[in-house]
């Protein structure tokens, strides 16, 4: 990973190698435009994905956060209302749109076919190449975003107002900007069409082995040496995986392997990390794909153990366009370095499988914050813009795998952990307080500084199977079973159910629906019906307490019509939005689709915080300003008030406010 020196250091020579269409933000041409007659300055946000206000508050009063304390001091510090649910693709989409999610159209991870029930990815989906009779390309491939609303920077560019958005959460695909450049982060998936694949390589495997959110390939040695083939991108046409070799060579004695990738080789030391490894997938002969990887050697001895990231798209030739324009991510290749790629950066599945020990995670983790530090640094002495956004979701990431170690309730504390990890939170805010500390040396006089956060945390102590709460309750049937007290499925993606018996099924993280007639495939309830059902599901999960404790589930529950409707995308939303109280959240293979035997379950993943289908109003992000802000922020707020301040008009449909 390219170090800021170095990083900066190229920065003079960087901008001449740009590539693609368009005015380089840093150019003459950019820097002389206008401003709109109206603006009092320039607007900076830094947006940090779930930063829990609770914590930060605490290490302020702990004096241990001085750059955030300092901004405070000198404009606003509020806890900023989140999106219903309060995860990051709706609070994001939240955020971008200015708009609830009954009017952009994004509730969870997971979107249902409600002709089919079988469920898709909740944000989008990429729309795979085509290939002509002769193998070469014609028709590259595109992600179709399903995210409705125009984002506040594209209200702001038409406007004349120049931007630069750096990695913002689900600000993907990038938008085509004039006099702007755009590198898109969190949504980006892997080249394999996932979230993010990670490989692991080890004699101990005896064979090769699927998994949620990785694949297992064993190495096989002959002497010091193994070649293990790598199955990196899908055939457009055939949907078979396309491999690649790999070569390790193992020095057993010195603990390095020399691994070796179509020609370019590299020597990591056992708890080392390689520099970026270049591949080239061969679909046809006149189409290739380029991906990009890095390898940490967990154990180079008697044993061999390699870790390898997910194939992220080559920045100076991504698969799918990544940034706009189409050259930007590889001008900042040429001028720093390769660089991650993927959205899901941080691969917490590794670590839940055990092939991620917590001190490469945090070690790879302020690898990328750092490099997306030095992008954003760099980007702000460059200047040439009106409106500069940057992103990061390490906070957020951090906080879903280390928080077992701060709840001493947690099945998974120990106070060994805690001891070595127990303020590993704290110590990656006091990263962030770090970079604030930063780019608050760099703003000029008239700047309008917003360090934010869209959602904030939780402990997840206690899962809750809300499928299986349907079928003992009578409203979800299960194929082939007709006792409730009894029925259950593991069967995920709503495959395992009998709709024609069916009043109510749930998908996703907190989102419950009527199988309603007309609407539904199978539809068995009518729709006078549907108000009685929906006051009777919102009462009885109102009342659900937890059998050990006798807390309340459910700190709220919310109807489609109190939240999401009247709205140009309720059609997609739930009848029912759950609202956890504290500890709680859904069970993962109920969020599935699925409906296991027990309602409740002890939450033994490190994945060990979540905010997901918390109630929103006990779940608020972060709202730090240069400047005094109205209060009660929502998240919906920050677009119109970025319009404000830059002199520009907030389209009519926006349902925020401005703050200044």
Known sequence: MVSRRDFLRSSAWGLAAAVGAGVACGSPQAQQQSRPSGAQGRVIILGFDGVEPSIVEAMLAAGELPS????????????????????????????????????????DFLRRNPATYIPGLGFGRTEKPKLGPDGRLSHRPAFKNFRQGEPFWVAANRQGIR????????????????????????????????QSTFFALSELFEEKESLAGGMRLPLRFEGDSATVSVPGFRHPDTRDF???????????????????????????????????????????????????SRVHAFEVGDKVRLYMTCLQYHPKQPYVSISAPEGYAAEIADRAGLYPTVGWTYDTKSMQRDEMTEDAFIDYANQVMA??????????????????????????????????????????????GAKQYGRAIEDNYARMDAIVGKVMAKLK?????????????????????????LVRNGYLAVEGQSDPA?????????????????KAYALGLGGVYLNLKGREGQGAVATDEA????????????????????AKVFSAIYTKDEVYAPGVADADAPDIQLGYADGYQTA?????????????????????????????????????????????PAIIDLGPTALKYLGVHAPADYEGKALV
């Not at 813009?385 to 795998?401: E, K, N, Q």
């Open 486 to 502: 009894t029925a259950f499925t593991e069967t995920k993606y709503l495959q395992g159910f009998d709709w024609a018996r069916t």
């Open 531 to 550: 108000p009685a059902l929906l006051a009777e599901l919102k009462a009885k999960l109102l009342a659900v307490t937890d059998p050990d404790t006798g």
């Open 68 to 107: 955030l304390a300092k901004l405070k001091q000198q404009g606003s510090y509020q806890r900023l209302g989140s999106s219903n649910p309060p995860q990051s693709p709706t609070a994001w989409s939240s955020f971008i749109t200015c708009k609830k999610p009954g009017n952009h159209g994004i509730y």
């Open 371 to 416: 490099w997306r530090e030095a992008l954003t640094l760099d980007e702000l002495d460059r200047g040439g813009f009106d409106l500069l956004i940057s992103g990061w979701t390490v906070t957020d990431r951090i906080a879903h795998m280390f928080w077992r170690f701060r709840d001493k309730q947690h099945l998974l504390y120990t106070k060994e």
């Open 588 to 632: 993962k293979i109920s969020a599935a689709g699925a409906a296991p035997a027990d309602i409740f379950s002890p939450n033994d993943d490190k994945w060990s915080g979540e905010h997901a289908a918390a109630d929103v109003a006990i779940t608020p992000g972060i709202l730090f300003s240069s400047a005094a802000l109205a209060s009660n």
């Open 163 to 194: 931007c630069k958005l750096l990695n913002v959460p689900y600000g993907y695909p990038p938008d085509r900007l004039k006099d702007s450049v755009m590198l898109s982060g969190l949504e980006i998936p892997d080249l394999r069409g996932t």
């Open 242 to 292: 396309i491999d690649a070799p790999m070569t390790i060579k193992a020095d057993r004695a010195a603990h390095k392997a020399t691994i070796t990738v179509q020609g370019a080789a590299q020597t990591v030391a056992q708890g080392g990390w390689s520099d970026w490894f270049e591949w080239t997938f061969n679909v046809t002969a006149a189409y290739a794909v380029k991906a990009i």
């Open 445 to 469: 006089e008239g700047d309008l500084l917003i360090v934010m956060s869209d959602h904030g945390f939780h402990s997840f102590r206690t899962s809750f199977s809300i499928n299986t709460w």
